[in-house]
């Protein structure tokens, strides 16, 4: 079993910067890759950013590239999602995932957090 809890949003103004944490919880951490989702109001959820147990690889939406990062520390059971330069259609709430594969971590994920707010000002 794999919980996983966000934390770290709220109401940013155009241009700031936010860093989105994300704890799991349950054993073997390490194993699974990690990733960051998205979903605005009245859209689908999307795909943002994934790492793997050690970090030797990330993955990112094109349309964070260069602007979000993602990154993780084993030792603590956390991922976090380090957004720079925020946009007012960034503005949604971010969900941590969690998979044991590269692929559908993101696609779909087996697990997923409650989510939390970001809200971009403009």
């Known amino acids: 079993q794999v919980q996983l809890e966000e934390s770290g949003g709220g109401l940013v103004q155009a241009g700031s910067s936010l860093q989105l944490s994300c704890l799991r919880g349950g054993n073997t951490f390490g194993t699974y890759w990690m990733a960051w989702f998205r979903q605005a109001p009245g859209q689908e959820r999307e795909f943002v950013a994934s790492i793997n147990w050690s970090s030797s690889t990330t993955r990112y939406a094109d349309s964070v590239k260069g602007r979000f990062s993602i990154t993780r520390d084993n030792a603590k059971a956390m991922v976090y999602l380090h957004l720079n330069n925020l946009k007012p259609e960034d503005t949604a709430v971010y969900y941590c995932?969690?998979?044991?594969?590269?692929?559908?971590?993101?696609?779909?994920?087996?697990?997923w957090g409650q989510g939390t707010q970001v809200t971009v000002s403009s």
């Open positions: 995932a969690a998979d044991l594969s590269p692929e559908f971590v993101r696609t779909t994920p087996s697990y």
